[in-house]
C-alpha cells in the first residue's frame, strides 16, 4: 500500500525566512503526491501536486515542492514565509481509491 | 473549499443517539470520500464512493452508514455504535478514483460532540 510520513510535528521559521515541511513516500509504482493546507477547524485546500516530469512543482499561495526519486522526499518549500502561512500542513499520496494522509506538520512563523 | 458544503458545522448529540452528517458538492464528481481527523492522527479514511448507489468500507467504517442515492450528495450516519464519536468530520470529492492524478476537494468539515 502507499503511504507517506511527516517526520516532524511542529516546524518553527521566522517571517521572511525560508520554510520547509518535509515529506517522505513509500509507494509501489509511480507516484501521485499531494500537499494540503489546513487552517484552523476548516477543511483541507488543495496546495500542489506531483504527477511526472520537471521536479520541483510550483502550486499555490507561493509553495512549492521538490520531488527526489532517490531519497523517495516531496518536501514543501517557500523562499519567504509569512505569519500568515501558520497552519496544519499534510502531505498525501494517491492510493487505488483513495488518498492517503500524512500526520501532518504544524507550521508557525513568527513575526 | 469549493463547491462542497456540510452542515451543520457544529453538532451535539447525546450518546446512544444516532445523528447523520450531510455533505453536498456541485462540482459534478463522481467520487466521494468521508474522513474522520483526530488530534495528531491526520485523516483517517471512513468510507467511500466511486459512483451513485456504490460505497466502499475504508479503514475505520465500523460504526458508520452512508448512502449515495444521487451523484451530488452522500450522508453519513454517525451510529450508536460507534465508541469515540467525537471529532472532526471531513467529506471531500474528486473527478474520479483509482490511482490517478485527481485532487481531492474538500468541504469545511463538521465538529461532532458526543456527550
Known amino acids: 500500500a502507499q503511504s507517506v510520513a511527516q517526520p516532524e510535528d511542529q516546524v518553527n521559521v521566522a517571517e521572511g525566512n525560508p520554510l520547509t515541511v518535509k515529506c517522505t513516500y513509500s509507494?509501489?509504482?509511480?507516484?501521485?503526491l499531494f500537499w494540503y493546507v489546513q487552517y484552523p477547524n476548516r477543511g483541507l485546500q488543495f496546495l500542489l501536486k506531483?504527477?511526472?516530469?520537471?521536479?520541483l512543482v510550483k502550486g499555490s499561495y507561493g509553495f512549492e515542492a521538490e520531488f527526489n526519486k532517490s531519497q523517495t522526499s516531496f518536501h514543501l518549500k517557500k523562499p519567504s514565509a509569512l505569519v500568515s502561512d501558520s497552519a496544519l500542513y499534510f502531505c498525501?499520496?494517491?492510493?487505488?481509491?483513495?488518498?492517503?494522509f500524512g500526520a501532518g506538520t504544524r507550521l508557525t512563523v513568527k513575526p | 473549499d469549493g463547491g462542497i458544503t456540510q452542515s451543520p458545522k457544529y453538532l451535539f448529540r447525546k450518546e446512544g443517539q444516532n445523528v447523520t452528517l450531510s455533505c453536498e458538492q456541485n462540482?459534478?464528481?463522481?467520487?466521494m470520500y468521508w474522513y474522520r481527523q483526530d488530534p495528531g492522527q491526520g485523516l483517517r479514511l471512513i468510507y467511500y464512493?466511486?459512483?451513485?448507489?456504490?460505497?466502499q468500507k475504508g479503514d475505520i467504517a465500523e460504526g458508520y452508514s452512508v448512502s449515495r442515492e444521487k451523484k451530488e450528495s452522500f450522508p453519513l450516519t454517525v451510529t450508536s455504535a460507534q465508541k469515540n464519536p467525537t471529532a472532526f468530520y471531513l467529506c471531500?470529492?474528486?473527478?474520479?478514483?483509482?490511482?490517478?492524478?485527481?485532487?481531492?476537494?474538500f468541504g469545511p468539515g463538521t465538529r461532532l460532540t458526543v456527550t
Open positions: 471531500a470529492s474528486s473527478v474520479g478514483s483509482g490511482i490517478s492524478s485527481y485532487e481531492q476537494y
Open positions: 509507494v509501489s509504482g509511480n507516484p501521485y
Open positions: 506531483y504527477i511526472t516530469g520537471d521536479n
Open positions: 498525501a499520496v494517491r492510493d487505488w481509491n483513495d488518498m492517503r
Open positions: 462540482l459534478n464528481h463522481d467520487a
Open positions: 464512493s466511486q459512483i451513485v448507489n456504490d460505497f
